[in-house]
Structures are given as structure tokens and as C-alpha cells.
């Protein structure tokens, strides 16, 4: 079975651009969480989605959006893109919202110049 | 809040040698799970461990052990005949599993190298 994916692999934008990252959860999985990773640091959460409904949001600014669709794939906004917006993106998928374990996929290394 | 510290940032290990990698947390909820990841070089999070609060047997997944002293709040990963494929960064996180609110937190990291 495949893994979780997300595209693209990398991304370079300048600052105050939209950017829009993908998801696509382990088949079965209804569960998508959202994390930023800064180059030295632990993942740190943004949002999380089950059932397409948001359950989780962590401390980060209103630019910051996401959503889930019917087929629990998952999209993430980010607006008006500053200098420290760079950083990994990392998707998690969970077939619970709960302790279920979460299975990442490979990333979007997003670099704003 | 939650809190998760990882107080070793880098750690080396001879192969075939065990090593472990320390992690404490504090937490207010009554349930919660404790993980493990390894991070290569790539970036993907490669998930290795679970331990459940409530559990009372230490977890074990092949060559990872998870020391689970709930007293004293650990939750050390345990890692047996080191293999050069380990050399990696680890994660120690934690996700709540009551009061509506499963936002997880992750520590800082171990960057671990195995030598030859």
C-alpha cells in the first residue's frame, strides 16, 4: 500500500506569496495532521483534520489555513509568505484524531527568498 | 501544555553497541501516548515506537525498546545492536488521549551517529 504523499517535493516563493501544499493520507486513514519543521528543531504542529472537520489547531497565525476534502486528502495556505515560512512541511495521516499513531509522509521543503 | 525535552543533542554509538536516548515529559492529562520517529537525513519521519500510559509492559519493536517510567516521567527509546542504517535524528513525542484535545508535541531531537 502506498504511504502518505505530498507534492510538491520543494518550493521556492518570495515574500507576500500564496503558497498551497498537498496531502494525500494512507488509504483508509481519516485522520491528516499538519506540522512545520525549522531547520534544528522538532516537528511543531498546525492543524489536524478528521472527517473533514478541523480538531486541532496549533500557534500559528491566521495565514496559515488548511482544509480536507471527501476523499480525506488534505491542502495547506499559507498567505502573505514571510522570510521564517521556510521550512519543512510534514503531513501525518491517522486513521483516529486520538493517539492513534500518525504515519508522515516525505515533506515539502518550502524556501521563501 | 505539554512538554517534551530531550536533553542529549547528539549522541554516538559504536556498531553493534546499544544506546540509549532519553526523553522526559510533563503533562496534566491522565492518558496520553508516547512515540518514538527517526528522521534520516531525507526528512521523512519514520515512526518506530508507541507506549500507551495505561500499558504496563515496556513496548519493543524489533531492535527499539521503549523504557517507560511513568513515576518519573521517561520515556527512554532503547536502541540494540546499532546498525550504521541508525544514524539518524530522533524524535520523542507525546499526544494526549483525553479531554477533546489531541495536539501532539514533539521534542527537540538526538542526533544520533553510529560508527564502524
Known amino acids: 500500500d502506498a504511504g502518505v504523499t505530498q507534492s510538491p517535493t520543494h518550493l521556492i516563493k518570495t515574500r507576500g506569496q500564496q503558497v498551497t501544499l498537498r496531502c494525500s493520507p494512507i488509504?483508509?486513514?481519516?485522520?491528516v495532521s499538519w506540522y512545520q519543521q525549522v531547520l534544528g528543531q522538532g516537528p511543531q504542529f498546525i492543524f489536524q483534520y478528521y472527517e473533514k472537520e478541523e480538531r486541532g489547531r496549533g500557534n500559528f497565525p491566521d495565514r496559515f489555513s488548511a482544509r480536507q476534502f471527501p476523499n480525506y486528502s488534505s491542502e495547506l495556505n499559507v498567505n502573505a509568505l514571510l522570510l521564517g515560512d521556510s521550512a519543512l512541511y510534514l503531513c501525518?495521516?491517522?486513521?483516529?484524531?486520538?493517539?492513534?499513531?500518525?504515519?508522515f509522509g516525505p515533506g515539502t521543503r518550502l524556501t521563501v527568498l | 501544555a505539554q512538554k517534551i525535552t530531550q536533553t542529549q543533542p547528539g549522541m554516538f554509538v559504536q556498531e553493534k553497541e546499544a544506546v540509549t536516548l532519553d526523553c522526559t515529559y510533563d503533562t496534566s492529562d491522565p492518558s496520553y501516548g508516547l512515540f518514538w520517529y527517526k528522521q534520516p537525513s531525507s526528512g521523512e519521519m519514520i515512526f518506530l515506537i508507541y507506549q500507551g500510559s495505561y500499558d504496563q509492559q515496556n513496548a519493543t519493536e524489533g531492535r527499539y525498546s521503549l523504557n517507560f517510567q511513568k513515576a518519573r516521567k521517561s520515556a527512554n527509546l532503547v536502541i540494540s545492536a546499532s546498525q550504521l542504517g541508525d544514524s539518524a535524528m530522533y524524535f520523542c513525542a507525546m499526544r494526549p488521549a483525553s479531554g477533546g484535545s489531541y495536539i501532539p508535541t514533539f521534542g527537540r531531537g538526538t542526533s544520533l551517529i553510529v560508527h564502524p
Open positions: 501525518a495521516s491517522s486513521f483516529y484524531q486520538s493517539t492513534d499513531t500518525q504515519y
Open positions: 488509504s483508509g486513514h481519516k485522520s
